[in-house]
Antibody, heavy 119, light 110 residues
Framework: QVQLRESGPGLVKPSETLSLTCTVSGGSVSSGSHYWSWIRQSPGKGLEWIGYIYYRGMSNYNPSLKSRVTLSVDTSKDQFSLRLNSVTAADTAVYYC???????????WGQGTLVTVSS | QSALTQPASVSGSPGQSITISCTGTSSDVGFYDLVSWYQHHPGKAPKLVIYEITKRPSGVSNRFSGSKSGNTASLTISGLQAEEEADYYCCSLAGSGTWVFGGGTKVTVL
């Protein structure tokens, strides 16, 4: 059974960089069939797709966040990561990592991690 | 891209059927047959319940069904059960390999 787990600081100061890592177990980020995704949910709002990355480095981002987001993959550790720079309070959210599969769905998700942007 | 539009809440009694709508545009829901639905119990990982508009993943009850007409997709839960009280989100391809979710619908079992 594939499992994903997010990790990283729960508090980030405004204007700084939010960094999160997702560790994959029961599967491999090098799987040729999947992309690896980040999705967030701001308080009281719906889900927002941030972007996804293939193990070879190809990626795609939400146009509204593209200028501030970088995704990366570490195949040796079966991890993928999110960096979001110049954060503001509007970036406060629960951040989820998820696997994106060949049926064009997010089929496995982490439990999510709350990141608060505050000084 | 704008979030897909869902009703904020839908309620029903046990055993009843409910339907959640998901309205997009001719650039996302209306253009692609790639709408999926996720069930989310707060504090847990979201769970896929419908993909490609009408298909159910293995293990998902056949009381969940999906459809689409024009720019609006719908999720129907028949024979509503207490454990299906949750938030539900639709999702669609929005072009250029990007994805958009709905604002979410809180389903309450009365």
């Amino acid at each position: 059974q594939v499992q994903l787990r997010e990790s990283g600081p729960g508090l980030v100061k405004p204007s700084e960089t939010l960094s999160l890592t997702c560790t994959v177990s029961g599967g491999s980020v090098s799987s040729g069939s999947h992309y690896w995704s980040w999705i967030r949910q701001s308080p009281g709002k719906g889900l927002e797709w941030i972007g996804y990355i293939y193990y070879r480095g190809m990626s795609n981002y939400n146009p509204s966040l593209k200028s501030r987001v970088t995704l990366s993959v570490d195949t040796s550790k079966d991890q993928f990561s999110l960096r979001l720079n110049s954060v503001t309070a509007a970036d406060t959210a629960v951040y989820y990592c998820a696997r994106f599969d060949g049926h064009n769905v997010f089929d496995y998700w982490g439990q999510g991690t709350l990141v608060t942007v505050s000084s | 891209q704008s979030a897909l539009t869902q009703p904020a809440s839908v309620s029903g009694s046990p055993g009843q059927s409910i339907t959640i709508s998901c309205t997009g545009t001719s650039s996302d829901v209306g253009f692609y047959d790639l709408v999926s639905w996720y069930q989310h119990h707060p504090g847990k990982a979201p769970k896929l319940v419908i993909y490609e508009i009408t298909k159910r993943p293995s293990g998902v009850s056949n009381r969940f069904s999906g459809s689409k007409s024009g720019n609006t997709a719908s999720l129907t839960i028949s024979g509503l059960q207490a454990e299906e009280e949750a938030d539900y989100y639709c999702c669609s391809l929005a072009g250029s390999g990007t994805w958009v979710f709905g604002g979410g619908t809180k389903v309450t079992v009365l």
